[in-house]
């Protein structure tokens, strides 16, 4: 039991979690996809629209004025949340993936030139693969790829090995969304910034389960998505140090974003507002906003320790099944597990463990080069979030055990 | 027997099967079965790539009829492709066409042929009507 967070009382402010499949419990464990709505973000939702809808910024009316006070507060609890210096650094994106090609065409055009290198992971999501691809294909720049150690870590010698005079960025996940390893970006960041490189991290599977200050961590920029973090889907964030975003031109163009438009010539509104082209999802910021304040109500802390206990009891009881292999053997993890039994299937396992009403995900899990990387084709993964429970641990082996008999 | 014959011989086994386990118990039962796929047919060209699991499919015609060879990496994917090419082998071109492959409605695995299952069988009942097509139009 956890003595900090009331799990059964954080269980009801989900209502989808008392819903049954296939007459059976649901048992939500494909949380690294995308985590189950707690009430008051809906409830956020439903209010802008019932009762402050209106298009915001230059707007004299009242409703206009209440909808860009609570646009802009969003703006602001995101930018407590993640320790930001100041509001100008928050950009309210469609989600990671927006944000990281948002970065790979403003800063990617603007600074890699033929030759040049950007460093990226062997453990990355597509997100954080593609972008800089097409960018490469544009610009003649090339990739260099940190691999990964056998504990599915990154390999940090080869990293320092990578840095050469010519690398304009490292683009690191903050937690693998396959492997659930925490990297240690303290130091990437250090060791990049040593050679003046800038840092991008993609924190899409952190800020829900760790306390994130950018400010401490000293990332240029670090991106993540409403979504996964009990926020409204299609909104996201583009953290960026000032003096980086002051510097990068506009990605999209159109209203919101301008100061000034002649036929001529256009000159782009400040920071913020120059990346947030057409009218923005001012009922997604104020929603996002609510999921933040209420993970900050029971303590980034709180949820690291429960989700750690649940970590730590998963894999001590899936590693008792026969044939169990768990991919990601990290002693800094997240609450993640990528994992086969035997020479089943995952699509075999994950239609069966369905059935029993348990959700986990199979696949490459949009990181089709760290499966090459590992030799295998896919796997199962289940995710936590800090709504779980030790239960539906037990039940998730005892239907992996079930089913492995099966096969 | 003839495809419909096939089928409605199919949907009565699987009446049996009250509880879902079993019928998958079943399923991976016959996937089990299914003989593995000659290594000249298990090759790129006869590939059906799904998202969650990938299919081979490959067919012959002999005296006007379409014998069909599949198989597939995923048991439970495999035990379904069993029975589907049990049910549309050795008929002609024109039968396989005018057949409406109703059983795996009967049998509850609907979901199975379903595009965002992305296992690659739905793909492959398209694959057995285009190649019933193609032997047609060769004659």
């Known amino acids: ?82 320790h930001a210096t100041s509001s100008n650094e928050i950009v309210f994106t469609r989600g990671t993936t927006e944000a990281i090609n948002l970065l790979a065409t403003s800063y990617g055009e603007t600074f890699c030139n033929e030759g040049d290198e950007i460093i990226i992971s062997a453990m990355e999501h597509h997100a954080n693969i593609v972008p800089w691809q097409m960018l490469r294909d544009r610009k003649g720049i090339k990739l260099k790829i940190i691999p990964l150690t056998d504990l599915g870590e990154l390999n940090m010698t080869a990293f320092e090995e990578l840095l050469s005079e010519r690398t304009k960025l490292v683009s690191v996940a903050h937690v693998s969304n396959v492997l659930g390893t925490i990297n240690p970006i303290e130091e990437i960041i250090e060791k990049a910034h040593a050679r003046d490189i800038p840092v991008l991290i993609d924190g899409a599977q952190a800020v829900s389960h760790m306390p994130v200050d950018v400010q401490q961590l000293d990332a240029d920029f670090y991106v993540f998505s409403g979504h996964k973090m009990y926020g409204p889907n299609g909104i996201g964030v ?25 036929f001529e010539k256009t000159t782009f509104a400040d920071l913020p507002f120059k990346f947030e082209a057409g009218t923005p999802d001012y009922v997604g910021s104020v929603a996002l906003a609510a999921a933040m304040n209420y993970l900050s109500s029971f303590g980034m802390e709180n949820i690291v320790a429960y989700e750690t206990d649940l970590l730590l009891d998963a894999t001590e009881k899936m590693m008792k099944i026969d044939g169990m292999h768990i991919y990601g053997t990290s002693s800094h993890k997240s609450s993640v597990i ?70 | 027997m003839t495809i419909n014959e096939k089928q409605d011989q199919i949907v009565e086994t699987f009446e049996e099967y009250t509880d879902w386990m079993d019928k998958y118990a079943y399923l991976i039962e016959l996937g089990n079965n299914l003989s593995p796929l000659d290594p000249k047919s298990k090759v790129n060209q006869n590939l059906i790539e799904g998202c969650q699991s990938r299919v081979w499919l490959d067919a012959e015609y002999t005296n006007g009829m379409i014998h069909f060879m599949a198989e597939s990496d995923a048991v439970i994917v495999k035990g379904i492709v069993s029975l589907l090419i049990d049910v549309v082998s050795d008929h002609t071109p024109d039968e396989i066409l005018n057949t409406d492959l109703y059983f795996i409605d009967k049998i509850g695995l609907k979901e199975h042929l379903s595009p965002t299952r992305a296992n690659g069988l739905l793909a492959m009942v398209k694959q057995i009507k285009l190649y019933a097509l193609a032997f047609k139009t060769k004659g």
């Open chain 1, 1 to 82: 039991m956890n003595e900090k967070l009331d799990i059964n009382a954080i269980r009801n402010d989900f209502p989808i979690l008392s819903r049954t499949v296939y007459d059976r419990p649901l048992i939500y464990l494909d949380n690294a996809a995308t985590t189950q709505k707690p009430r008051c973000v809906v409830e956020a939702i439903e209010h802008v629209y019932y009762h402050q809808n209106a298009n915001i910024h230059r707007g004299v009316h009242y409703l206009s004025q209440r909808a860009t006070e609570a646009h802009e507060t969003a703006r602001a609890t995101v930018r407590d949340f993640i």
């Open chain 1, 338 to 407: 990528s994992f086969l039994v035997n020479d089943i299937h995952p699509f075999d396992m994950g239609t069966l463990l369905d059935r029993l009403g348990i959700a986990v995900r199979t696949g490459h899990h949009c990181a089709m080069p760290l499966m090459s990387a590992l030799g295998i084709d896919g796997t199962l993964r289940a995710s936590f979030a800090f709504y779980n429970t030790h239960e539906e641990i037990d039940a998730l082996v005892a239907g992996i055990e079930r089913i492995a008999k099966m096969f």
């Open chain 1, 238 to 262: 583009l953290y960026g140090k000032e003096k980086w975003l002051d510097i990068l031109p506009p990605y999209h163009g159109g209203g919101e974003m301008i100061a000034h438009v002649t």
